[in-house]
């Protein structure tokens, strides 16, 4: 299958659904958010027709992808086309089903983290769920599955550092930190403006939506109202 040289990634972002309510999700996910109108299939070919864009790498995003009935289908639809894949999760919960997908040569994990304080990181998702997202990163550690984390920084004082250290101890080696970027649930004082972006939109990467629309970034600050991508 002959490729194009027009994209070097994608974010398919295949649900606004999640079960966190982040003070701060720039997509304004939540429980209450659907999958979308696009079906398997439609992903299915929209894979298909980034990779032969050029696309080398994609991102499964959402919402929580994990909540997609159909995810482990997917991804083994980008592997075959070629593609590597990376699943952006909250980790809260993954299923036996994915736990095997994400096994699978080509695919790697990205996670948030906010604190090593359960009440602090509830304050930030909405939702108990330290506990889980943290068994969860010792388990894909312990599996040898490739991963990356972010700690965001969203409130005062936050524990942040006492986060990254949580992190190292649990054997993650890539561990970035990001502060909070006023788009959708994220606006404070100084409101969305193209400040909040990282200034590389379109550069050879699209964000395709859970109703089809394509973007040239997966926060542009016209989505302050949307319903889609959380990292929580």
């Keep these: 299958m002959q490729s194009l040289d027009l994209l070097r990634f994608t974010w398919w972002e295949i649900t606004g659904k999640c079960q966190l309510t982040c003070g701060h999700c720039y997509a304004s996910s939540g429980p209450d958010a659907t999958h979308g109108t696009m079906t398997t299939a439609d992903w299915r070919r929209v894979i298909t ?3 032969q864009a050029g696309a080398k790498m994609g991102q499964f995003i959402g919402g929580e992808p994990t909540l997609h009935p159909d995810l482990p289908e997917l991804i083994s639809h980008a592997l075959d086309t070629g593609m590597e894949v990376e699943v952006y999760t909250n980790l809260v919960h993954v299923s036996a089903a994915n736990w095997q997908t994400f096994r699978l040569p080509g695919v790697r994990l990205a996670t948030s983290y906010y604190s090593d304080q359960a009440e602090e990181h509830r304050s930030i998702t909405g939702r108990s769920t330290l ?9 894909a550690v312990e599996l040898g599955i490739p991963l990356r984390a972010g700690v965001i920084g969203v409130l005062d004082r936050q524990r942040t550092g006492q986060g990254i250290a949580a992190l190292e101890r649990l054997g993650v080696r890539e561990i970035g930190y990001d502060d909070l970027r006023e788009v959708g649930r994220g606006e404070r004082d100084r409101g969305p403006g193209v400040d909040q972006l990282c200034g590389n939109c379109g550069d050879r990467q699209v964000a395709i939506s859970p109703t089809g629309e394509v973007w040239p ?3 542009p600050v016209s989505r302050t109202s949307a319903a889609p991508p959380s990292r929580a």
């Design 49 to 51: 027709q980034t990779y």
């Design 131 to 139: 506990r889980n997202t943290t068994k969860n990163i010792a388990r």
């Design 217 to 219: 970034c997966v926060r």
